[in-house]
């Protein structure tokens, strides 16, 4: 079965911390059997050569193409992944240290917005390949195609699939009749989803149903299973900005670290 991935764009500024995001391309292009482009963007008149790029790999004769296009940074790097139709647009956080930042920061912001694929922002110096994703879902369209897309992704993987369901009037009213309601409300909804995924995918699953705010329940799943990537679904630059910042994500993310995968809705 050929992987959907098979060409990967990697995102460097040559600092010491953009080692982690070209580290994981390199991975993950060896992994899958991908090309891999290294892209640096030069923004002012700079005598950085592809030589300068290759030196501050891992491994200077990596195989790897290296491109060097003129122009703003976020606007270079999604420029670059039309151009060379990459299937996967990988970038770090570079100084930023929490999801508030680094996703309102203005370079992962416009290139998560405007990328044409997925893109990874990757937080942790990788040790190995991702086995654990945490994949946070309200069984929206966009949630079913971010699970989708991970289980093509990441075909060996067990993937963690988390819904924080909502007590109604639990601040006023203590009654497990009415948390046995929610839960069974989000069970069939659970049920449902998994009738519409493919038998290999289903059996690949392991619910997580939670009640309370989304963040809390998603930190509580993900002390117990130590994810190590967490796969967010988005429906362009709204859904992208709702699921980035809420508390869907947010809590867990700046507390973890944990590399991040976003998926728009197709």
């Not at 992994?31 to 030589?51: C, G």
């Not at 989304?214 to 988005?234: C, F, H, K, M, S």
Request: hydrophobic fraction near 45%.
């Amino acid at each position: 079965m050929t992987h959907p991935v098979r060409s990967i764009l990697v995102a460097t500024d040559l600092a010491p911390r953009s080692d982690r995001a070209v580290d994981r391309a390199l991975e993950l292009g060896r992994e899958w059997n991908a090309e891999v482009h290294v892209v640096h963007a030069i923004e002012r008149d700079a005598p950085t050569t592809a030589l300068d790029v290759r030196r501050a790999l891992p491994d200077p004769g990596a195989k790897a193409a290296v491109s060097l296009p003129y122009g703003p940074a976020p606007k270079a790097i999604t420029d670059t992944a039309r151009e060379i139709g990459a299937d996967l647009l990988v970038i770090g956080v570079a100084r930023y240290n929490h999801l508030g930042d680094y996703l309102l920061g203005t370079a992962v912001d416009h290139v998560v917005r405007n990328a044409p694929c997925p893109v990874l922002v990757v937080k942790q110096r990788p040790h190995g390949p991702y086995q654990r994703p945490l994949i946070a879902s309200d069984f929206s369209r966009g949630a079913k195609a971010a699970l989708l897309g991970a289980a093509a992704l990441f075909p060996q993987a067990r993937l963690h699939l988390v819904h924080a369901y909502h007590v109604p009037f639990e601040s006023r009213i203590k009654s497990e009749d009415i948390r046995d309601i929610a839960r069974s409300e989000a069970r069939q909804k659970l049920d449902a989803l998994l009738a519409e995924l493919p038998q290999d995918v289903r059996a690949r699953i392991e619910p997580h149903l939670g009640a309370g705010e989304p963040g809390t329940v998603l930190e509580n799943v993900a002390g117990r299973v130590w994810p190590d990537l967490v796969v967010i679904g988005a429906r362009g630059v709204s859904g992208l900005m709702q699921a980035a910042i809420g508390s869907v994500a947010s809590s867990l993310l700046e507390r973890t670290g944990v590399d991040t995968l976003v998926i728009k809705e197709g």
